[in-house]
């Protein structure tokens, strides 16, 4: 720091908007630019000045929900089918309700290779792990009827067929 100094000046900073593209995103056309101090240990102390020049980088709106929760909407949608079924029907309610989570582990694998591996939860993983949560209780439930059912328990089958139908799809919602 004691012999060079980086100054930030917004104005004289810039890039080639026209020329510069990242397949399936949009690039902001604001530039952040800073000078920042940083302490490095080898250094005894001593500070260095450091430029920052950052370009946010984003997915339009629209085609992030088409790509990303939309399909998840219609895995979930086709999966809470299987609160429609009677308790006659509880093996292919079981059916419907595994191959959904199939169908969700694979998604999610596919929509987290199309970004980087993070530290942290993304809104997407945060999303997913609600749904597999949903999923996971409709599976449990389905179980259970088919035990009642299978234990001529029919009745039981029908007041927890009826109690769950509206309040799983309700609290996922």
């Known amino acids: 720091k004691d012999d060079l100094v980086f100054n930030a000046d917004p104005s004289y900073s ?13 690039i902001q056309q604001h530039i952040d630019v800073a000078t920042v101090e940083d302490a490095y240990p080898n250094n005894l102390g001593g500070l260095f000045s450091r430029f920052n020049f950052s370009i946010k980088v984003y997915k339009p709106w629209l085609s992030s929900f088409i790509n ?32 959904t989570l199939v169908a969700l582990i694979l998604f999610h694998i596919n929509l987290n290779s199309a970004i980087p591996p993070l530290a942290s939860l993304t809104y997407a993983d945060k999303f997913m792990i609600v749904n597999y949560l949903a999923v996971s209780v409709s599976i449990t439930i389905s179980a259970i009827i088919l035990v009642l059912r299978d234990g001529n328990n029919i009745d039981a089958a029908l007041r927890l067929n009826r109690w769950t139908r509206w309040i799983v799809p309700i609290l996922w919602a």
């Open 14 to 26: 810039g890039w080639d908007y026209g020329h510069l593209h990242v397949l399936g995103w949009s």
């Open 68 to 99: 990303n929760l939309f399909p998840v909407l219609i895995i979930m949608l086709v999966g809470f089918l299987s609160f429609l079924l009677r308790p006659e029907a509880a093996g292919e309610r079981l059916t419907l309700s595994s191959s």
